[in-house]
C-alpha cells in the first residue's frame, strides 16, 4: 500500500496533527477548538514557490535536501519529510538551524517541508 502524508491543522489554534490513517466514515473527522480540523494540501498557499519547495542533491549515500528559506525564530521551516512506498523520514528543525538535512535516496518519493507561515510545500525525488 502507498504511504501518504496526511497533515491535519486547526484553524484557530494551529495544532498540527500528523494522521497515521485517516477516518473514512461520511460526517467524521478530528475536531479542535470545537471545529473540524482542515487537511493540509501541499503548494496551495500563495507564497514564494522558490523559498518554500525542498531541493535536493543526489549524493553516494542519499540525498541532500535544501530548503532555501529564512529560518527566524517567528518564520522557520519547522519540518522535512520523505514520503516513500513503505517508509518515512522525518527531520524537525528549528529556528537558527539551516533548513537542510540528509535522507535517503528513494527514486519516486514525495518530498515535503513545512513552513510555519505558509504551509505545506513538496516535490518529487526523480
Given at each position: 500500500m502507498k504511504k501518504e502524508l496526511i497533515i491535519k491543522k486547526c484553524k484557530k489554534c494551529g495544532a498540527l496533527i500528523h494522521v497515521i490513517e485517516d477516518c473514512t466514515c461520511k460526517d467524521c473527522g478530528m475536531v479542535c477548538c470545537?471545529?473540524?480540523?482542515?487537511?493540509?494540501?501541499?503548494?496551495?498557499?500563495d507564497a514564494s514557490f522558490e523559498k518554500h519547495v525542498p531541493t535536493y542533491e543526489k549524493m553516494d549515500d542519499g540525498i541532500f535536501v535544501k530548503v532555501n528559506h529564512v529560518m527566524d525564530k517567528e518564520h522557520f521551516i519547522e519540518w522535512i519529510t520523505l514520503i516513500a512506498q513503505d517508509k518515512e523520514y522525518f527531520v524537525t528543525l528549528y529556528p537558527e538551524q539551516d533548513a537542510q538535512c540528509h535522507l535517503p535516496y528513494i527514486s519516486g518519493a514525495k518530498l515535503y517541508a513545512y513552513c510555519n507561515q505558509h504551509g505545506l510545500w513538496?516535490?518529487?525525488?526523480?
Open positions: 470545537g471545529e473540524p480540523m482542515e487537511k493540509l494540501k501541499s503548494n496551495s498557499v513538496e516535490t518529487e525525488v526523480k
